[in-house]
């Protein structure tokens, strides 16, 4: 992926992603509204008619409003329920969908960087389901990541009806991720720059913008019409101190404990992810020991119910009479605790969310702290808050940049730029690079070509031949680029041959350099930023030398030359071919592959006799099961 070349901005562009933008938006939107009424319906009869527990929302506190409670009446009810609606979730996840409790904004990634064609209407629908039963319920997480995957999967299907090719449909899919975040946290460019920052982390391109903002404020517009724009965090700006020196060094001081506590928090959502995963029980049982779990700790800390948003309101205004010190502390060990423990049972709960209010509740609680010992004065209580938010995402999504956008939006101002930046910057460093709560799907040619070479033993003694295929394209010098490019799109294909007019080798060119290019001309041909001397194997070279020059070069795709001719090619490896190799040696039909002497193919051959004789009188699937291991068997020998 490369820079978008500003002079195709054209009206053809601009009118495709504008439909498509505005419907994906819409779309989200209409999931937001979705996702409000249905916690809102789900929540009113759990915990408020069920276990008599009313828990704020953030307009409730803003508002000073009465309408939420600061005890259980029924407490014995709350791990009975979340244990039945985990059974449920379970059964559903038996029954109709194997994935329903992965998390959504990993299989999204999952989808983005594989292209495995996974996100499926039916999946997706029931993972949101299972989400606003489960958060509705008490289970402690958030609705933004499942609700992220509806989002992703419908514009998905919006490219495949619009007839996008591949890469365009990537765009559509981060662009429903970030609609779907956007509007239910009320921050349309923040969801839209988290979505492109947390799935283009090495291949950013410059076009997905456009959808994603637009989508995004779509989303935010239709949800916000209907839900009368309610906030994610309601924040006074009375409640915001002017930022000072001394205040931009409290909050580097804070971000760093922050960093620290956010190393803690995906290490503890790890833990219990592996932990979960090695349970010798049934999988269907796994969210409803996780409900029981997450119930029974809620008895003492009802707090960490649901979401927490309405907690976290109370936190960022300091109200310290319902939310002192003393609960402060507990409720964000055990909120770590019951997330962690909700997402690795796979209770379709998200971890977006909580990360937000974890963040928060550590900054208020950190800052009344320091105010107790007459430390860090001159920083109010909502600020410290708000810098904490922004500084905890970034230690637990590595998503630095998103991170200081929902900064700005958040706040409403530019008043906490500076602290919310120098904060974010600290957090980030501290945390380290792979300090994420979300699974790194990103497609890298080095970390594929390491995981390959841990199989040295097994590839040493092959050569090139041994991998070579015949399907690779060649376009002649005088292609345009325009046309490469379309070729490329058509084909599937990263690389292609040039040639000249009498069909000998010239170069090759990648679609990397074509996307590269600043200024394309309409009469502008490959022949001008083609590669004329591109790293090149031949059939009787180890297949090692393969892997030193994409370490070298990180070009994946090379071209196979023939031993007498250096004009003509024979074919293209890639690093495909050689996995598929390994896919060969380590089959368990055929061991040992490498061993391919005169008494092996002995072997082999008595081998097929002896399936041949005993296939004649198996059943039909036998037979056909037989007849597969002997066309592989022969393929090898030839």
């Known amino acids: 992926m490369g820079r978008f070349d500003w002079t195709t901005l054209d009206l053809v562009y601009l009118r495709k992603w504008t439909v498509i933008g505005i419907i994906i938006g819409a779309l989200s939107g209409l999931l937001v509204i979705t996702a409000y009424e249905a916690m809102r319906i789900f929540s009113s009869f759990f915990l408020s008619d069920v276990v008599r527990y009313i828990q704020p929302y953030p307009e409730d506190v803003a508002n000073l409003s009465s309408e939420y409670s600061l005890y259980v009446l029924k407490p014995w009810l709350i791990p009975v329920i979340l244990g039945l609606i985990g059974l449920v979730i379970g059964l559903l996840s038996m029954k109709l969908s194997t994935s329903l409790g992965k998390n959504g904004i990993d299989e999204i990634s999952d989808e983005f960087h594989n292209k495995k064609n996974k996100l499926s209407i039916k999946n997706s629908s029931l993972k949101t389901f299972s989400s606003f039963l489960a958060?509705?319920?008490?289970?402690?997480?958030?609705?933004?990541?499942?609700?992220?995957h509806t989002g992703s999967t419908l514009a998905s299907i919006i490219g495949r009806i619009f007839k996008l090719d591949q890469e365009e449909i990537r765009i559509a899919i981060a662009a429903g991720m970030g609609s779907t975040i956007g509007g239910i946290l009320r921050l349309p460019f923040g969801g839209a720059i988290f979505s492109l920052e947390l799935l283009y982390r090495r291949d950013f391109i410059i076009k997905?913008?456009?959808?994603?903002?637009?989508?995004?404020?779509?989303?935010?517009?239709?949800?916000?019409?209907?839900?009368?724009w309610p906030s994610f965090l309601y924040i006074p700006q009375e409640f915001i101190t002017k930022t000072t020196l001394q205040s931009i060094a409290a909050y580097g001081v804070i971000a760093a404990i922050i960093g620290i506590v956010g190393i803690g928090y995906v290490k503890t959502v790890q833990n219990f992810q592996r932990h979960f995963e090695n349970m010798k029980i049934p999988l269907y049982f796994k969210p409803a020991l996780g409900g029981v779990i997450i119930g029974i700790f809620a008895i003492g800390f009802p707090e960490i119910l649901g979401t927490g948003y309405g907690w976290l309101q109370l936190a960022a205004l300091g109200n310290h009479e319902v939310f002192p010190l003393w609960i402060m502390f507990p409720v964000i060990a055990m909120k770590i605790f019951a997330t962690s423990v909700s997402n690795a049972s796979r209770n379709t709960t998200g971890l977006l969310g909580p990360s937000l209010v974890i963040g928060g509740l550590i900054g208020s609680a950190l800052i009344t702290l320091f105010h107790s010992f007459g430390i860090f004065l001159f920083i109010d209580t909502t600020s410290a808050t708000l810098i904490s938010i922004f500084a905890f995402f970034t230690a637990s999504t590595?998503?630095?940049?998103?991170?200081?956008?929902?900064?700005?939006?958040?706040?409403?101002?530019?008043?906490?730029?500076?602290?919310?930046v120098i904060s974010v910057i600290i957090s980030n460093i501290i945390s380290g690079k792979n300090n994420y709560i979300y699974k790194n799907y990103v497609s890298n040619i080095r970390t594929q070509l390491l995981s390959i070479k841990k199989h040295d033993s097994n590839l040493r003694n092959y050569l090139v031949r041994d991998v070579m295929n015949s399907d690779f394209y060649n376009i002649n010098r005088n292609t345009t680029i325009a046309d490469a490019v379309q070729i490329m799109r058509d084909l599937n294909v990263k690389s292609l041959v040039?040639?000249?007019?009498?069909?000998?080798?010239e170069g090759m060119i990648y679609f990397e350099d074509l996307t590269n290019v600043p200024t394309i001309q309409e009469n502008m041909t490959v022949e001008s930023i083609m590669i004329y001397d591109p790293p090149m194997l031949r059939p009787l070279d180890p297949i090692m030398d393969y892997f030193e020059i994409v370490s070298k070069t990180a070009v994946s795709e090379i071209p196979i030359i023939s031993p007498d001719d250096n004009k003509l090619v024979l074919s293209i490896l890639s690093l495909r071919d050689v996995n598929k190799l390994l896919n060969n040696i380590n089959d368990p039909i055929l061991?040992?592959?490498?061993?391919?002497?005169?008494?092996?193919?002995k072997e082999i051959n008595?081998?097929?006799?002896?399936?041949r004789k005993m296939s004649e009188d198996e059943d039909p699937d036998k037979l056909d099961k037989d007849s597969k291991i002997i066309s592989r068997l022969k393929d090898y020998l030839a």
Request: aromatic share 8%; charged share 15%.
């Open 135 to 148: 958060i509705g319920s008490g289970t402690s997480g958030g609705v933004e990541d499942s609700l992220a």
């Open 208 to 228: 997905s913008l456009y959808p994603a903002f637009l989508a995004s404020i779509t989303s935010y517009i239709v949800s916000g019409v209907v839900l009368d």
């Open 398 to 420: 590595r998503t630095p940049i998103s991170a200081i956008v929902v900064g700005v939006e958040m706040v409403g101002s530019y008043t906490l730029l500076i602290p919310t």
């Open 498 to 505: 040039v040639t000249n007019n009498e069909d000998r080798f």
């Open 591 to 601: 061991p040992d592959l490498e061993k391919s002497s005169s008494k092996f193919q």
């Open 606 to 611: 008595i081998n097929i006799d002896a399936l």
